[in-house]
T-cell receptor, first 114, second 115 residues
């Protein structure tokens, strides 16, 4: 089945710096890659997603890049702010069963120091 | 996106008992899912709740332990049966956005502590 690895597990940056989180996957048939942000005690929130027919997608300070050949995708946050502090999860849509299921990475705890 | 609510938001239960968690959506959705998030861990899919038919369970999850109902396109329940302390987790429902089964939005979750 699909295997999703996420790195790093923790990331600490200074306010204003950039943060990059990377995920790799194993199933070349996967074609949908969302990122979720989960603040402490809150639900996971979809912040950006990308499909395999696109190499990069941006939304203000957040961008996601996808390399289908290498089977990895990354979340880029620029000009980080303290409110960006949260756990970020990547996910991959797996079509191994009768219907697609999201397989999540283990998460990255991002801390932005003011 | 759809407004998703869950009841209860949290509960403390005794081992051996069962708890039913409700998930309500403010619009009809085709796909509803139930996830478990153990403390400090990632999200693991328990099952897909199918309207009008039995839920589809992922490996490691069985209907006897996690029975699911989906009576209509806006509501689903997950029961955690014969609970043990290992069942202490956050249980989240999610729904797929209309028109796609891929983009999922999560409910606020139910925090369960089993003593």
């Amino acid at each position: 089945g699909e295997n999703v690895e996420q790195h790093p597990s923790t990331l600490s940056v200074q306010e204003g710096d950039s943060a990059v989180i990377k995920c790799t996957y194993s199933d070349s048939a996967s074609n949908y890659f969302p990122w979720y942000k989960q603040e402490l005690g809150k639900r996971p929130q979809l912040i950006i997603d990308i499909r395999s027919n696109v190499g990069e997608k941006k939304d203000q300070r957040i961008a996601v890049t996808l390399n289908k050949t290498a089977k990895h995708f990354s979340l880029h946050i620029t000009e980080t702010q303290p409110e960006d502090s949260a756990v970020y999860f990547c996910a991959v849509m797996n079509y191994g069963g009768s219907q697609g299921n999201l397989i999540f990475g283990k998460g990255t705890k991002l801390s932005v120091k003011p | 996106s759809a407004v998703i609510s869950q009841k209860p938001s949290r509960d403390i239960c005794q081992r051996g008992t069962s708890l039913t968690i409700q998930c309500q959506v403010d619009s009809q959705v085709t796909m509803m899912f139930w996830y478990r998030q153990q403390p400090g861990q990632s999200l693991t899919l328990i099952a897909t709740a199918n309207q009008g038919s039995e839920a589809t369970y992922e490996s490691g999850f069985v209907i006897d332990k996690f029975p699911i109902s989906r009576p209509n396109l806006t509501f689903s329940t997950l029961t955690v049966s014969n609970m043990s302390p290992e069942d202490s987790s956050i249980y989240l429902c999610s729904v797929a956005a209309s028109g796609t089964q891929e983009t999922q939005y999560f409910g606020p979750g139910t925090r369960l502590l089993v003593l």
